[in-house]
Nanobody, 116 residues
Framework: QVQLVESGGGLVQPGGSLRLSCAAS????????MSWYRRAPGKERELVAG????????NYAGSLKGRFTISRDNAKNTLYLQMNSLNPEDTGVYYC?????????WGQGTQVTVSS
C-alpha cells in the first residue's frame, strides 16, 4: 500500500522556521522524483519545490528560492522541506508528491500557519 505521510507542520511566528518531512512507503522511493506543493487559503495548489530521484537536481518556485530547501534521504525513504524566514503568505496546506513515468502519488498534507 502506497503511503506518503507529511509531518512537521504547525503554527509559527513570522520570521520563524519549520522543517517538513514526508515519509514514503509501499513503492521504490529512490526511483521517484519528489516534490512539495502547497495550497494557500482560497488559492490553487502550487509547486513549491522539486527534487530528482537521486537528489542531484532541484528546482524551486521563483519566489521561494533562497528561503526553502528541498532534500531527500533515499536510505530513509523520506523527503524534507526546510522553510526559513516564513511569512504569513506561506500559510497553507503542504503536500508531498511522488512521480514516476507511470505513477503519481500524493500525501494528505500538513497544515502550516504563519501568524503572530
Amino acid at each position: 500500500q502506497v503511503q506518503l505521510v507529511e509531518s512537521g507542520g504547525g503554527l509559527v511566528q513570522p520570521g520563524g522556521s519549520l522543517r517538513l518531512s514526508c515519509a514514503a512507503s509501499g513503492f521504490p522511493f529512490r526511483n521517484y522524483a519528489m516534490s512539495w506543493y502547497r495550497r494557500a487559503p482560497g488559492k490553487e495548489r502550487e509547486l513549491v519545490a522539486g527534487i530528482s530521484s537521486t537528489g542531484g537536481r532541484t528546482n524551486y518556485a521563483g519566489s521561494l528560492k533562497g528561503r526553502f530547501t528541498i532534500s531527500r534521504d533515499n536510505a530513509k525513504n523520506t523527503l524534507y522541506l526546510q522553510m526559513n524566514s516564513l511569512n504569513p503568505e506561506d500559510t497553507g496546506v503542504y503536500y508531498c508528491r511522488a512521480q514516476s513515468t507511470i505513477y503519481d502519488y500524493w500525501g494528505q498534507g500538513t497544515q502550516v500557519t504563519v501568524s503572530s
